[in-house]
């Protein structure tokens, strides 16, 4: 069984892609803009079934996720605004 913290490490993958998408340092070369949103979304929806987790308690553990929750509004706001 997992610990929160190796979960939430994890999941820092999809932080660090929807991040570097978002400020033009993640390698995008031959994908279509749909293509990306569409990376993007799936990295969105994957830190929030992530933090929705109960086993390990990722939702009640006091732990920092802001760069967690930053990084799904980061990816939204993405979205939204190359759609």
Known sequence: MQTVTEVLTAATD???L????????WE???MTQEEIN??????VDHLEIIL???DPDVV?????KSSYTD????GNTYITDNS
């Not at 569409?38 to 990295?43: H, L, V, W």
């Not at 009640?60 to 920092?64: A, F």
Request: glycine share 10%.
């Open 14 to 16: 999809s932080v660090n």
């Open 18 to 25: 929807i991040n570097g998408v978002n400020t033009g340092t």
């Open 28 to 30: 995008v070369v031959d």
């Open 38 to 43: 569409d990376m993007i979304q799936r990295n």
């Open 52 to 54: 929705a987790y109960t």
């Open 60 to 64: 009640g553990d006091s732990l920092d």
């Open 71 to 74: 990084a799904i509004a980061t």
